[in-house]
């Protein structure tokens, strides 16, 4: 399994390539919406690439919870468990 660490490298990474977002600026207590200027669009770009990679599922309704980078990571580690 995937450490907490290793999940937000590959999250930064589609991060990255969603939103041309600098991975080590994704950080755990950052806010996708008011630190990283993801948008609606994007995220959910980057929750279907985040699907696809970590070989989970994530809920529409589970989508707004998801806040912060570790809201993701840790939404990820408990589907992955």
């Known amino acids: ?9 590959d999250l930064a990474d589609i991060v990255n390539e969603v939103a ?3 991975p ?3 950080q755990l207590d ?3 919406v008011d630190d990283l ?6 995220m959910v770009e980057v ?3 985040a699907e696809e ?6 809920p529409d309704d589970e989508v707004k919870n998801l806040k912060t980078v570790g809201d993701a990571v840790a939404f990820i580690e408990r589907a992955t468990a």
């Open 24 to 26: 080590d600026d994704v």
């Open 47 to 49: 929750v279907v690439a």
């Open 37 to 42: 200027d993801v948008d609606s669009l994007s």
């Open 30 to 32: 950052k806010s996708f």
């Open 1 to 9: 399994m995937a450490t907490t660490e290793e999940i937000r490298a």
């Open 20 to 22: 041309g977002i600098e």
């Open 53 to 58: 990679k970590f070989g989970v599922a994530i």
